[in-house]
């Protein structure tokens, strides 16, 4: 599939990984937007949230338990971040394979 994110899941493109898993794949943003920006995906492809079916939904909770790993290791727990999930046209996803951004390390 023609998807820059399989293509990193695949390690055909190169990323810089903060953390992985067998089911989810998190790294830095290549243009980040705040002094920390990790992007965390499932390594299943999924164009969006709308694309996950009712009995495939526990991904997007080992996301949220791998979001929260993430900001206590990058120590934005204290200070508070976002978590960013865009979904389609409107929100200007840009990348059509589900990713949740998390962004703080600074007042956002
Ligand atoms: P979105 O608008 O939610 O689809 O955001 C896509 C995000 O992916 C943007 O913040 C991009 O900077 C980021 N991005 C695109 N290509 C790469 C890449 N090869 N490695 C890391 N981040 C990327
Ligand atoms: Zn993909």
């Not at 493109?13 to 790294?27: G, N, R, T």
């Not at 338990?65 to 979904?87: H, L, M, Q, S, Y």
């Not at 046209?89 to 703080?104: R, S, T």
């Given at each position: ?18 953390y ?23 390594k ?65």
């Amino acid at each position: 599939m023609d998807c820059i994110f399989c293509k990193i899941v695949r390690g055909e493109m190169p990323c810089s990984k903060v953390y992985e898993d067998d089911k989810v794949l998190a790294f830095n943003d290549i243009d980040p937007q705040a002094p920390v920006h990790v992007l965390v995906i499932p390594k299943k492809h999924y164009g969006s949230i709308l694309d996950i079916k009712d009995d495939e939904m526990d991904i997007v909770a080992h996301i949220h338990k791998i979001i929260n790993k993430i900001a206590k290791e990058k120590g934005i727990d204290k200070t508070g971040f976002r978590i960013v999930n865009n979904c389609g046209e409107d929100a200007n996803q840009v990348v059509k394979h589900i990713h949740y951004h998390i962004l703080g390390g600074k007042k956002l």
